[in-house]
């Protein structure tokens, strides 16, 4: 028995696996093509019969679609609909370069027949988007992941664009010792949730502008000493309350909205937020947010739709905001 016919039983695995699904089933005169053609192995009907049979023994769900149709791997690891939402996830990710998009896209498709992935690959479009240039993302990431199960400082170097002459993009760069507590993803960014060693604080930081990072045997300052977070660091509750992820302190605030917009700001805010009735016509809405320009921004895009009950400091923000808007176009009709 040669090498290659031992591994039978796992070649004809692979093969229902890439070549068959439900519209598509394999017969046994197709399994021993595919055999001779794929792997140069040569084998009997009975063969082919007798390794189906114990691939179904072992739990792989082999379905027989007829005498002569032959069988059909009917279920799989993921599911279609499973692999087009993480491929989708994938390619609407602006951090995950082009290229890495591509290559994940690649293996999400093995976990489909051939036939299956290629209805989904025809939807999807990488080329045009708005995709970082950041091959190094996933060892940036991996290292991060690391100091935090290690629970160890990190050492950064933290990059900005900055304004310059030249059309060629040009960076200021920091170094920074972080003591790193989460990854969050929000917004369509990555980010690193951490404490600067010199403050008493929580920061967080765009991924795809790390430069570098190395970890170093100093042991991470528990995040207790700079946050709300005691016994775990709850990300979900640090993302919510941290609007487009800017940093800010956290406070009750007060919306009066009107009655149609209740979906969206739901969607916005999350379900846990406190809805009351205002009158016929409105509700208030009350949440913990951290006072930022990215909840100005957040709460100004529904125009009239929102008025901010408290607090002042919220409210003055966004009559500045205002202002400031209008006097830059009262001045271009000067």
Request: glycine share 2%; hydrophobic share 35%; aromatic share 10%.
């Amino acid at each position: 028995m040669t090498a290659n016919s031992k591994l039978r039983l796992l070649y004809i695995r692979d093969i229902l696996s890439e070549y068959s699904d439900e519209e598509h089933p394999l017969n046994s005169t197709d399994i021993i093509s595919l055999l001779e053609s794929e792997y140069g192995i040569s084998c009997e009907r009975k063969t082919v019969y007798d390794c189906i049979e114990a691939l179904s023994d072992y739990g792989y769900d082999i379905i027989k679609a007829g005498t002569k149709k032959g069988f059909f791997m009917a279920s799989r690891e993921f599911e279609l609909p499973e692999i087009r939402v993480l491929i989708d996830a994938v390619q609407s990710a602006d951090f995950i370069s082009a290229k890495k998009s591509k290559a994940l896209m690649k293996k999400f498709g093995n976990y489909a027949s051939k036939y299956q992935y290629s209805k989904i690959e025809k939807q999807v479009y990488i080329e045009n988007r708005n995709k970082r240039n950041n091959e190094s993302l996933f060892y940036t990431i991996n290292e991060l992941h690391d100091a935090i199960i290690s629970k160890k400082q990190v050492d950064i170097i933290y990059r900005k664009r900055k304004i310059s002459d030249d059309i060629k993009p040009h960076y200021e760069e920091k170094k920074l010792r972080i003591n790193p507590y989460c990854l969050i993803w929000s917004d369509d960014h990555y980010y690193l949730v951490g404490n600067h060693e010199k403050y008493d604080n929580l920061i967080h930081l765009r991924i795809d502008r790390i430069k570098s990072v190395e970890q170093t045997d100093l042991r991470a300052r528990h995040f207790s000493e700079v946050s709300p977070y005691t016994v775990s660091f709850d990300a979900a509750d640090y993302s919510n309350k941290h609007l487009s992820m800017f940093s800010g302190d956290i406070k009750p605030v007060e919306l009066i909205c009107k009655n149609e917009i209740i979906e969206e700001i739901l969607d916005e805010f999350g379900e846990r937020t406190k809805i009351f009735p205002y009158d016929s016509k409105s509700f208030t809405a009350r949440l913990n947010l951290a006072v930022t320009p990215g909840l100005v921004s957040k709460i100004m895009q529904y125009g009239d739709s929102i008025t901010v009950r408290t607090p002042n400091e919220l409210k003055n923000m966004i009559i500045n905001k205002s202002k400031s808007i209008l006097e830059i176009y009262d001045s271009e009709k000067r």
